[in-house]
């Protein structure tokens, strides 16, 4: 579990982490691989959206979420999100188990 949240709070570091280790995902899925409120998921993709570290795109009904390959320093974010998930063993068992879309 993060303990610290560099990113301005552990929602949008939470979810920093987890897009770095799913590449895309959808904030319903996002929320429950986090076991988080999805309002705080959607409020915290919005945030880390508007300062650029997180790019969406519509896939039909749904919006997609990633880390934004355009932002300045996309690189080292990755790499930054790479070492701190390095000890997140139960982030990365939850998101290997979890299903790649969205349920019809």
């Known amino acids: 579990m993060v303990v610290s949240s560099p990113f301005g709070s552990v929602a949008r ?3 920093l982490l987890a897009l770095s280790l799913m590449t895309e995902t959808y904030p319903r899925q996002l929320a429950r691989v986090l076991d988080a ?6 409020k915290a993709l919005a945030s880390l959206e508007r300062d650029g570290l997180v790019a969406s795109r519509v896939l039909g009904r749904t ?3 990633g880390l934004n390959s355009r ?8 790499e930054y999100l790479e070492r701190l998930a390095g000890r997140e063993f139960d982030l990365r068992r939850t998101i290997a188990q979890t299903r790649a879309g ?3």
């Open 13 to 15: 570091t939470r979810a």
């Open 37 to 42: 409120p999805l309002f705080s998921i959607q």
């Open 63 to 65: 919006r997609l979420y």
């Open 71 to 78: 932002y300045l320093a996309s690189r080292e974010l990755r």
């Open 102 to 104: 969205p349920s019809r």
